[in-house]
């Protein structure tokens, strides 16, 4: 990529991804932030030296890939926990600890109680169907097609507008809408579109019935366990069945609009295909039982210095886990190194020197677990926050901050990696221009980055505003700042080792996030929102 000049006064993005100055009542505000006080804090103390040497334990192939749960997860939130205590922060977790536990439900389908019939017959579970292990309910109703099910306004497909689902048995086709991938439908959720379960759990339907392909067999075997999840997680459920297309034939080969359906599943091309009410009656009943497991944030403070503000934090933020251990291969463990052990240790080197000096402000340092799962650890501190979260007036967040682009090497267009002096700025200005225009200028009076916008548009296919925990913060209005330095060949593998980081670059990018929080610890007036 070519060189991104520094972040100007603006704030906002310019066109060819650099940063830029526009106007001087932008000059005004800039000066005016520069009178605040401004010291960096004991950056210095963050060594490339001593964040190899916390890596080289958390991205250990003891801990396994610090999968959600595991106990490689919990011997590094034990870790994490005793570096805060040698650098004398404060406890901020539960009853007094650094902990903060969050309980998750692990559901298995219990097969006694699982049932599924068509037309009065009853199928066989594991062979005919499958069932997942959502959520434990059912009825019984005649059968409705919804095609692939999905709520897509900028696609146009809501099949609900032209049947009402409520109290009935759906049927599904697909994972994905006809003709998109599922890179098309990350982030959906923020173009006010819906999952399958989402819509039909909202507009009542009391289970969803997925057909299998023509030419499959049952994807999803009656006792594997279902995806571990948050116990009191507010998204949407609803009994899920996986029903064989042989199955599906035989029982309704005599209802009047199988045809309609047969000849919907066959249809090649992306075109959505309008719903289809069936006369034939079926009953499902899906019973699950939870086993319940957990896994922690780590919660520390920095108490400020001046009486008043020390009330207030500045929230710094990386999450801890990782994605646990492959199922085949040579070298099964994820041990992620860069993602996110690289903003883990970052954040650990950043307590250790703020237990030596703090701003005016306390410094709120939360090491998120259950990011790779879907943000899991900073939804349940947003909102089962252990300070007020009105008391929270930014939120720096790193993940993945220790690779540096290869000479030579080609990384994809729409994620492209950073070199040793740049890195990805992500929301920075969305929620305060204001907030942006501090992140610029203490970059500037430091190591002056490069700070690349390529990912901070609206229309980012990426979408990763909303991938990271700093996205949970920023539900509640709170201004956020992302640093990232890119996909690159190793995420999400095995690959993704110590011996590949750039530590020196970690050393820059945490010394300029705690420079950060300093300038916006020490300011009297927390950052304007827009």
Same mark, same amino acid.
């Given at each position: 990529?070519?060189?991104?000049?520094?972040?100007?006064?603006?704030?906002?993005?310019?066109?060819? /991804?650099?940063?830029?100055?526009?106007?001087?009542?932008?000059l005004?505000?800039?000066?005016?932030?520069?009178a605040?006080?401004?010291?960096?804090?004991?950056?210095?103390?963050?060594?490339?030296?001593?964040?190899?040497a916390?890596?080289?334990?958390?991205a250990?192939?003891?801990l396994?890939?610090?999968?959600?749960?595991?106990?490689?997860?919990?011997?590094?939130?034990?870790?994490?926990?005793?570096?805060?205590?040698?650098?004398?922060?404060?406890?901020?977790?539960?009853?007094?600890?650094?902990?903060q536990?969050?309980?998750?439900?692990?559901?298995?389908?219990?097969?006694?109680?699982?049932?599924?019939?068509?037309?009065?017959?009853d199928?066989?579970?594991?062979?005919?169907? /499958?069932?997942?292990?959502?959520?434990?309910?059912?009825?019984?109703?005649?059968?409705?097609?919804?095609?692939?099910?999905?709520?897509?306004?900028?696609?146009?497909?809501?099949?609900?507008k032209?049947?009402?689902?409520?109290?009935?048995?759906?049927v599904?086709?697909?994972n994905?809408?006809?003709?998109?991938?599922?890179?098309?439908?990350?982030?959906?959720?923020?173009?006010?579109?819906e999952?399958?379960?989402?819509?039909?759990?909202?507009?009542?339907?009391?289970?969803?019935?997925?057909?299998?392909?023509?030419?499959g067999?049952v994807s999803?075997?009656?006792?594997?366990?279902?995806?571990?999840?948050m116990?009191?997680a507010?998204?949407?459920?609803?009994?899920t069945?996986e029903? /064989?297309?042989?199955?599906?034939?035989?029982?309704?080969?005599?209802?009047?609009?199988?045809?309609?359906?047969?000849?919907?599943?066959?249809?090649?091309?992306?075109?959505?295909?309008?719903?289809?009410?069936?006369s034939?009656?079926?009953?499902?009943?899906?019973t699950?039982?939870?086993?319940?497991?957990?896994?922690?944030?780590?919660?520390?403070?920095?108490?400020?210095?001046?009486?008043?503000?020390?009330?207030?934090f500045?929230?710094?933020?990386?999450?801890?886990?990782?994605?646990?251990?492959?199922?085949?291969?040579?070298?099964?463990?994820?041990n992620?190194?860069d993602?996110?052990?690289?903003?883990?240790?970052?954040?650990?080197?950043?307590?250790?020197?703020?237990?030596t000096?703090?701003?005016?402000?306390?410094?709120?340092?939360?090491?998120?677990?259950?990011?790779?799962?879907?943000?899991?650890?900073?939804?349940?501190?947003?909102?089962?926050?252990?300070v007020?979260?009105k008391?929270?007036?930014a939120?720096?967040?790193?993940d993945?901050?220790?690779?540096?682009?290869?000479?030579?090497?080609?990384y994809?267009?729409?994620?492209?990696?950073t070199?040793?002096?740049?890195?990805?700025?992500?929301?920075?200005?969305?929620?305060?221009?204001?907030f942006?225009?501090?992140?610029?200028?203490?970059?500037?009076?430091?190591?002056?980055?490069?700070?690349?916008?390529?990912?901070?548009?609206?229309?980012?296919?990426?979408?990763?505003?909303?991938?990271?925990?700093?996205?949970?913060?920023?539900r509640?209005?709170i201004?956020?700042?992302?640093?990232?330095?890119?996909?690159?060949?190793?995420y999400?593998?095995?690959?993704?080792?110590?011996?590949?980081?750039?530590?020196?670059?970690?050393?820059?990018?945490?010394?300029?996030?705690?420079?950060?929080?300093?300038?916006?610890?020490?300011?009297t007036?927390?950052?304007?929102l827009?």
């Amino acid at each position: 990529m070519p060189p991104i000049s520094m972040y100007g006064i603006s704030g906002k993005p310019a066109r060819t /991804g650099m940063r830029t100055l526009t106007s001087l009542s932008a000059l005004g505000l800039a000066a005016s932030l520069l009178a605040q006080p401004s010291s960096f804090g004991p950056i210095e103390r963050i060594t490339a030296a001593r964040l190899k040497a916390h890596l080289e334990f958390v991205a250990h192939d003891l801990l396994e890939g610090r999968d959600t749960p595991s106990r490689g997860l919990d011997i590094a939130a034990q870790y994490i926990a005793s570096q805060c205590k040698l650098a004398g922060l404060k406890p901020a977790g539960d009853n007094g600890t650094y902990l903060q536990k969050i309980v998750l439900r692990r559901p298995v389908v219990n097969r006694a109680e699982t049932k599924l019939s068509i037309a009065g017959t009853d199928l066989q579970l594991g062979k005919d169907f /499958g069932a997942r292990a959502t959520i434990s309910g059912g009825g019984s109703s005649n059968l409705v097609f919804v095609d692939s099910g999905w709520v897509a306004p900028d696609w146009n497909l809501d099949p609900y507008k032209l049947v009402d689902v409520r109290g009935k048995i759906v049927v599904v086709f697909g994972n994905l809408p006809r003709g998109k991938t599922f890179r098309d439908v990350q982030g959906i959720s923020q173009r006010k579109g819906e999952t399958p379960q989402e819509a039909l759990a909202k507009r009542g339907a009391v289970a969803m019935v997925i057909l299998g392909k023509p030419d499959g067999t049952v994807s999803m075997p009656s006792d594997q366990p279902g995806r571990a999840s948050m116990a009191d997680a507010s998204q949407r459920r609803i009994p899920t069945f996986e029903l /064989g297309y042989a199955a599906a034939a035989s029982a309704l080969s005599k209802d009047p609009n199988w045809a309609k359906v047969d000849a919907a599943v066959k249809q090649d091309g992306g075109s959505a295909v309008n719903p289809v009410e069936l006369s034939t009656t079926a009953t499902a009943q899906l019973t699950v039982d939870d086993n319940a497991s957990s896994f922690s944030n780590v919660v520390a403070v920095a108490e400020g210095t001046d009486p008043k503000l020390k009330s207030e934090f500045v929230a710094i933020g990386a999450h801890y886990d990782h994605i646990g251990m492959s199922r085949s291969g040579d070298d099964r463990i994820n041990n992620g190194a860069d993602d996110d052990g690289s903003g883990t240790v970052g954040l650990i080197e950043m307590a250790y020197a703020a237990g030596t000096a703090t701003p005016r402000r306390s410094l709120l340092f939360v090491w998120h677990g259950g990011e790779e799962q879907g943000l899991w650890g900073s939804d349940y501190f947003t909102r089962n926050p252990t300070v007020p979260l009105k008391s929270i007036v930014a939120q720096l967040n790193i993940d993945m901050i220790g690779r540096s682009a290869t000479p030579g090497r080609t990384y994809p267009e729409s994620a492209p990696m950073t070199d040793g002096k740049s890195v990805h700025l992500i929301g920075e200005t969305r929620l305060s221009k204001e907030f942006g225009l501090l992140v610029a200028d203490v970059n500037r009076k430091l190591y002056n980055l490069r700070y690349d916008d390529t990912h901070d548009k609206e229309s980012d296919p990426q979408s990763l505003y909303s991938r990271s925990d700093h996205y949970n913060y920023a539900r509640f209005g709170i201004p956020v700042a992302f640093w990232f330095d890119g996909i690159h060949e190793d995420y999400h593998r095995p690959s993704d080792e110590v011996d590949k980081i750039d530590f020196p670059k970690i050393e820059r990018i945490s010394r300029t996030v705690l420079a950060t929080a300093f300038a916006v610890g020490n300011r009297t007036a927390r950052p304007r929102l827009d």
